[in-house]
């Protein structure tokens, strides 16, 4: 059974930094993806970092070059640097396999805030 588990969320005053972590359990096939999404209150879960199994990487635009992700094996992180209080949300793993099967993580909390 694929299980997604994330951590290094917080709380967190604007212009600080969070890693965030996602660990893969269960994985036997092979992954085309693994993404970092949130989803703020009130508001559409969102797409914020995707790194494919050849290593590209693409990020939404609002990222604006605060934030990295890196895969090493089956865990992903999101470094975020520059944090702005409109990052506040729940931040969800996404892990895409090759047969298109979609895993998503329980989600941690990011709270930027003075």
């Known amino acids: 059974q694929v299980r997604l588990v994330e951590s290094g969320g917080g709380l967190v005053q604007p212009g600080g930094s969070l890693r965030l972590s996602c660990a893969a359990s269960g994985i036997s096939f092979s992954i085309d993806t693994m993404a970092w999404y949130r989803q703020a209150l009130g508001k559409q879960r969102e797409l914020v970092a995707i790194?494919?199994?050849?290593?590209s990487r693409n990020y939404a635009d609002f990222v604006e070059g605060r934030f990295t992700i890196g895969r090493i094996g089956t865990t992903v992180r999101l470094q975020m640097n520059s944090l702005k209080p409109e990052d506040t949300a729940v931040y969800y793993c996404n892990v895409i396999g090759a047969t298109r099967s979609v895993y998503w993580g329980q989600g941690t909390q990011v709270t930027v805030s003075s």
């Open positions: 790194i494919t199994n050849g290593g």
